[in-house]
């Protein structure tokens, strides 16, 4: 009996090690190939992460800064070259957010970024309380609404009716101190936590191109999350869904545009925010303006392809990408202006861009086998 | 066949079988416990996915964790052997009372498992090397007939060959699918995740699988072969284990499998345990008597076999492509088969020109849209949740429209229902789902 056990246990450990011994000799004598680099997501979150991400918030950080510095000279000095000044950078550092709004995974979201710096629209009623208020409470989600650059937009551009107006609130006004010392208090607040987040990835880095897993809590599975919800709320809904009543019985809100007070860039931040989308997608080097490994890369490494035309998936919506583009470079500059008379434009850019999102949410998701649940799964 | 029903075993086989089934029961409560999964799948959604005709069986709030406290307990008594019928009907009533909850947790081997206790229920697991036997000479047995070990191997042996049969179509031989897009994403593993970027590597695995379910449990029923049978269930499952998130399964099916050997095997390892645990093994003057099951044991099995081997083909009787309208898929062994991922955005319309987006976030669980979103009773379900719903919060008849869109093992994804069906006027029922819009493509095969 003993020994009858004793020969069993002895085949079971020689089959064992020849199976481990095939599994691993596979692995050793094969030199990786352009497909398996292609396959390789650690080589495409280096990429996303040394040519994209990190120098994309540097040149934010720029951007921001030089809205900072021209926010205190104008903050020193109010007159009409210092606002337009100001007004000049705002925009500017406005369009270079938008480029990085889409990384909401991570450091950005740790500090919730987006969150104070870009909901919209802006809460007057909240401004104005704090103003009269200077240790009113940022950190909460009621004051989202109340700092970041839609704040700004309302501060530098939506008090009066005229520029003359608006300057008397910073001079002659009786509480143009304070309001002075808000909008410095609202551009120091973005440098901090911008700041955090730079430093942050510092660290971070190494953290993220290291997580190569597709299961939650991966870098993929958090990006993929991240780049997809950004497409499909903060640009589709936010930018056009909302504004054009598309998402809720067609009732109009052209209120709700983005940069609503300034008006003319809306068009403009929603093209950026979504050109970022198509090149973080293909992913293009924010230095070198060429293409990298990316999700476009991995896709067609896969093989993801619609078996019924033979077309890869990332060429079809890199198409897709193309159409919602064609549609907002049809619109005018002002999205408020746009949604008053020519509504039926901005939802055709909401009804392509569903289509952007449905790919990106399922036929992508999917390809990439990115998992979305943590629990038992025997696969449906 | 009157040979056979009187052909004796000796009874630790199945002896074997109560403890370590009962244990790995009570280490996946444990588990599911400990993960905090009874509040996030069980208490905290707003609702819950009833399966057609059970709809009174809902999660039982706080309570819930109650039910699994006792459903634990059970496990542990059928494992001890301690007050054996009454724990084996309280396992097999608990634990298919938490699997009936909600739809969106279904797997295939909570179902295994509820069937396999309703049959513990009926067999005399007890009456060797168990508390009940030591306690009560008079049900202590030695030996029990052959067919109730045989039960539990045919049970087995239905959930291998049903779920390899499920394989034998064009996806799964011709594509590799799905595990063509899930095996490269482990391709960072240690060791073995380079393979996982051949394109050959998924086409083996599919095969090898397939071949290993249709021919595992004839390779286990011969003794010339089963010690390499096992080993092949040992290296199958713990390489399932390691790839992919299927939780306690493959442990089980590695424990469930020893049923097949010898007798003197589970002897062996009984004689081992009860040195362990320094308790006597067999009680006295019972060492040669034969256990005789109630006479309306083994028409009741030929019925629940005859079920079991009939309802997974249910699905022939429904139009349609199988993966696609899942009418007749679950209960069916149809494992790991399917890579299917959606998305369904519902519009409610109120006559009083109210009208609304739903973002499905506000009632479910990520799990639970996951599964609905390609699950058209669940789509439909859900449908009627929210007509009810909206119903309640001033919609006058609301009407439920649905923009969804459905991918398949790799093909481009598209509408499962057309966005002009009203689901709110739609029934559930064992008929065809008409409103279900077609695949427009074959899978071949079973």
Same mark, same amino acid.
């Given at each position: 009996m003993k020994s009858f056990f004793e020969k069993k246990y002895i085949l079971l450990l020689i089959l064992t090690g020849l199976l481990w011994a095939c599994g691993g000799g596979g692995e050793t004598t094969d030199p990786p190939t352009p497909v398996d680099e292609g396959k390789d997501r650690k080589l495409i979150l280096t990429h996303l992460a040394d040519n994209i991400i990190i120098p994309a918030y540097g040149n934010f950080k720029a951007k921001l800064t030089l809205m900072v510095s021209n926010g205190d000279a104008f903050m020193a000095k109010p007159d009409m070259t210092t606002l337009t000044a100001f007004r000049a950078s705002w925009v500017e550092a406005y369009t270079e957010w938008e480029k990085v709004e889409l990384f909401d995974f991570g450091p950005a979201e740790r500090q919730t970024l987006r969150s104070f710096f870009n909901i919209y629209p802006a809460s007057e009623k909240g401004i104005n309380d704090n103003i009269a208020d200077p240790t009113a409470n940022l950190e909460v989600p009621a004051s989202f609404a109340q700092q970041g650059f839609p704040a700004l937009d309302y501060l530098l551009n939506g008090l009066g009716t005229t520029d003359t107006a608006i300057l008397a609130f910073y001079t002659t006004a009786p509480d143009a101190a304070k309001r002075i010392a808000y909008v410095k208090r609202l551009t120091s607040r973005m440098n901090t936590l911008l700041d955090k987040v730079i430093t942050e990835w510092t660290t971070y880095r190494e953290t993220y191109i290291s997580k190569t897993g597709l299961d939650i809590g991966s870098s993929f599975s958090l990006m993929v999350n991240g780049f997809v919800l950004h497409y499909e709320r903060f640009i589709r809904s936010g930018k056009f869904g909302i504004p054009s009543g598309a998402m809720l019985n067609g009732v109009i809100s052209p209120e709700k545009v983005e940069a609503f007070y300034k008006k003319d860039i809306s068009r403009t931040l929603a093209q950026t925010a979504h050109q970022a989308v198509i090149d973080f997608f293909n992913g293009k080097n924010i230095k070198t303006g060429a293409d990298g490994p990316s999700f476009k890369t991995y896709l067609t490494a896969l093989g993801a392809k619609d078996s019924a035309t033979g077309q890869s998936l990332a060429e079809i919506i890199n198409n897709q990408f193309a159409a919602s583009k064609g549609k907002m470079e049809g619109l005018k500059p002002n999205l408020y202006e746009e949604v008053k008379t020519n509504n039926p434009a901005m939802v055709a850019v909401y009804t392509e861009m569903q289509k952007a999102v449905r790919m990106l949410k399922v036929d992508m998701t999917s390809a990439m086998s990115i998992t979305i649940t943590y629990t038992d799964n025997d696969g449906d | 066949m009157q040979q056979y029903l009187k052909q004796k075993i000796p009874a630790a086989p199945l002896a074997v079988f109560r403890i370590g089934f009962g244990l790995m029961l009570l280490g996946s409560i444990i588990r599911f416990w400990a993960k905090g999964w009874i509040f996030d799948l069980y208490i905290k959604p707003r609702y819950f996915f009833p399966f057609y005709g059970f709809e009174f069986v809902k999660p039982l709030g706080n309570a819930t964790y109650l039910l699994f406290f006792v459903c634990a307990l059970c496990a542990l008594l059928v494992a001890l052997g301690w007050f054996y019928r009454v724990a084996a009907v309280g396992l097999f009533l608990s634990f298919t009372y938490i699997e009936l909850m909600d739809k969106s947790t279904y797997l295939n081997?909570?179902?295994?498992?509820?069937?396999?206790?309703?049959?513990?229920?009926?067999?005399?697991?007890?009456?060797?090397?168990?508390?009940?036997?030591?306690?009560?000479?008079?049900?202590?047995?030695?030996?029990?007939?052959?067919?109730?070990?045989?039960?539990?191997?045919?049970m087995i042996g239905i959930l291998y060959v049903y779920a390899g049969l499920a394989k034998l179509n064009s996806d799964w031989l011709l594509h590799a699918q799905p595990l063509r897009i899930w095996l490269p994403a482990r391709n960072d593993m240690p060791i073995i995740g380079p393979l996982f970027n051949k394109d050959w590597v998924p086409y083996a695995f599919s095969w090898f699988g397939c071949l290993y379910d249709l021919t595992i449990p004839f390779l286990l029923l011969r003794s010339g072969t089963r010690w390499l049978a096992y080993v092949a269930v040992i290296v199958f499952h713990v390489l399932t284990a390691l790839l992919f998130p299927i939780g306690m399964f493959p442990h089980i099916m590695i424990v469930a499998a020893l049923i097949f050997f010898s007798p003197d095997f589970h002897k062996g390892i009984i004689r081992q345990l009860s040195r362990w645990f320094r308790v006597p093994e067999t009680t006295g003057t019972a060492n040669s008597r034969t256990y005789v099951p109630r006479s309306y044991i083994l028409p009741v099995f030929l019925v629940f076999f005859s079920f079991q081997i009939l309802f997974p083909f249910r699905y022939l009787l429904y139009p349609g492509e199988l993966f696609w309208t899942e009418q007749g898929y679950r209960f069916s062994w149809r494992v790991m088969l399917m890579e299917k991922?959606?998305?369904? =955005?519902?519009?409610?319309?109120?006559?009083?020109?109210?009208?609304?987006?739903?973002?499905?976030?506000?009632?479910?669980?990520?799990? =639970?849209?996951?599964?609905?979103?390609t699950q058209p009773d669940m789509l439909l379900q859900y449908a009627h949740f929210l007509r009810d719903y909206y119903a309640q919060h001033g919609f006058e008849s609301p009407q439920v429209y649905v923009d969804s869109y459905v991918t398949l093992n790799g093909r481009m994804g598209k509408p499962l229902v057309s966005p002009e069906t009203d689901l709110a006027k739609k029934e559930d029922s064992f008929q065809h789902k008409s409103w279900i819009l077609p695949f427009n493509d074959t899978i071949k095969g079973f």
């Open positions: - | 081997h909570y179902y295994f498992i509820s069937l396999v206790c309703l049959l513990m229920v009926f067999l005399p697991a007890h009456v060797y090397f168990s508390i009940d036997a030591y306690r009560n000479r008079r049900i202590a047995a030695a030996y029990i007939p052959q067919w109730c070990v045989d039960a539990i191997k045919l991922a959606g998305y369904a =955005q519902f519009t409610v319309i109120g006559k009083n020109d109210k009208r609304m987006v739903v973002n499905n976030n506000d009632f479910l669980s990520t799990l =639970q849209e996951k599964m609905m979103s």
